[in-house]
């Protein structure tokens, strides 16, 4: 799948879209994960969700402006497997279909809260934290109809020896888990647990991102899997606690979130649920981390073997492990959906050089350096978008969901040359 839109210099983000077929390498489908098939659709549940899709010419341009009937055809109770990825987003992502359109925008809001929500007034005794409490953080950011509680708040520690300001803490505020109130289950179909991460704002941060070699994730004890590897950055961010004597300090982040998600899942195990794991630039990789290893140590599993989806939002994010990690990932259900902007850089690192792009020569040999390659994962929805007047836009969560809000600006032109290059 490649998406091109092209935002224009006017502020009211008119854009166009070109829209062209993939190699077989640009959207790579892994096979369909165990975790679906209690739950699998039939063939039938597909055609119907393709009617919605617009049909267009290869020889002309179409707006993709679904009609009011189209759009209350199919609720989402009815088809959120296919939205959460359970078919690899087969018929939904070209063209893209208006209730995955709206449920990526959904999620890339809740990720925007943590920046709303994020105080960086240093004359703020929560300074480079939280601005508001639970109870009324979505409220205060503009969410308060979202139909989701607020059931706890994340930080993260980078395990690194760069002074802190005015004794504080290390750990800083780095998203939060929610949960679908009663009334959004009967909308959504299930119970969804969505777990947010914001982008690099502190110094520290900046610092993890430049970490870029590998490290072995080994984060299920009985089976370290040495060649499942990941950005030593990210990792880092994920597993350090905070070791200050703070009485603000908190336990790693995978501690806390890995605690939160299982007494959630205890809480609802007799309802149908969903893991919801959103982020933006290095949440994105935080994101797929935690994804990874609540789905590898099975926390994603009830007590009647249920087997919970989980499914990954990540907006403008860097490649966060090799193709070992990659492939584990696919071999253990966990779908990811990669909104991208094609002149984002950050979307480009780690592994400018040495990506799945250059792991296999003439497509059959697989190369030595091959373990040591940063490898995207999932399905790929390219976006293109510059700004003259703001380069920084590129990387800009908010420019992200503008841009996919307004899809009666966006043209759609079928066929044409693939600007894209294949994923890696």
């Known amino acids: 799948m490649a998406v091109s839109c092209v935002l224009l210099s006017n502020p009211s983000l008119l ?30 549940v597909l055609a119907r969700v393709a009617t919605i899709t617009s049909e267009t010419r290869s020889d002309c341009i179409v707006t993709p402006v679904v009609t009011k009937k189209a759009k209350t055809s199919f609720s989402l109770a009815t088809i959120w497997r296919e939205i959460q990825g359970s078919n690899d987003w087969k018929d939904l992502v070209e063209p893209l279909h208006p209730l995955l359109r709206e449920e990526i925008i959904r999620y890339g809001e809740f990720v925007a809260a943590c920046y709303k929500a994020f105080d960086l007034d240093p004359s703020s005794k929560r300074y480079l934290n939280y601005k508001y409490g639970k109870k009324k953080m979505l409220r205060e950011v503009g969410m308060e109809g979202c ?6 708040y994340i930080y993260a520690t980078p395990d690194l020896n760069i002074p802190i300001q005015n004794g504080r803490c290390r750990g800083r505020w780095i998203g939060y888990v929610a949960v679908s109130s009663d009334d959004e289950v009967r909308r959504l179909g299930r119970r969804d647990v969505v777990i947010t991460f914001r982008g690099t704002v502190t110094n520290t941060e900046w610092v993890v991102n ?26 880092n961010l994920y597993t350090s606690s905070d070791d200050s004597t703070s009485k603000f300090g908190h336990g790693s982040c995978r501690e806390q979130l890995l605690s939160e998600v299982s007494r959630i899942i205890n809480e609802y195990e007799d309802e149908e649920m969903s893991i919801t794991v959103a982020g933006h630039s290095m949440g994105s990789a935080l994101a797929m981390i935690l994804a990874y290893d609540v789905a590898e140590l099975g ?30 990932c696919e071999e253990l259900g966990v779908k990811v959906l990669r909104i991208v902007n094609v002149n984002d850089p950050i979307t480009k690192l780690p592994g400018v ?4 792009n250059f792991r296999v020569f003439g497509r059959r040999y697989e190369l030595p350096w091959s373990c040591s390659c940063y490898a995207h994962m999932g399905v790929e929805l390219a976006l293109n978008f510059f700004k003259m007047q703001n380069p920084s836009c590129v ?14 600006r966006v043209q759609v032109l079928k066929d044409g040359p693939d600007r894209f290059s294949p994923q890696g």
């Open 353 to 356: 050089l040495l990506n799945g």
């Open 147 to 152: 139909g989701y509680k607020i059931t706890k």
């Open 395 to 408: 990387h800009d969560l908010e420019t992200y969901i503008s841009l996919l809000r307004c899809p009666e």
């Open 15 to 44: 854009c166009q879209t070109r829209l062209s077929r993939p190699s077989s390498r640009q959207i790579s489908m892994p096979e369909r994960g165990v975790f679906w098939d209690r739950q699998s659709r039939t063939a039938s």
């Open 299 to 328: 926390l994603n599993k009830t007590k009647s073997r249920y087997r919970i989806p989980i499914t990954v939002y990540s907006f403008g994010g860097p490649r966060a492990g090799n193709s070992g990690f990659k492939e584990r």
């Open 210 to 235: 430049f970490m870029s070699s590998f490290t072995g994730a080994r984060l299920d004890p009985q089976n370290p899997r040495l060649d499942v590897k990941v950005e030593s950055g990210f990792l």
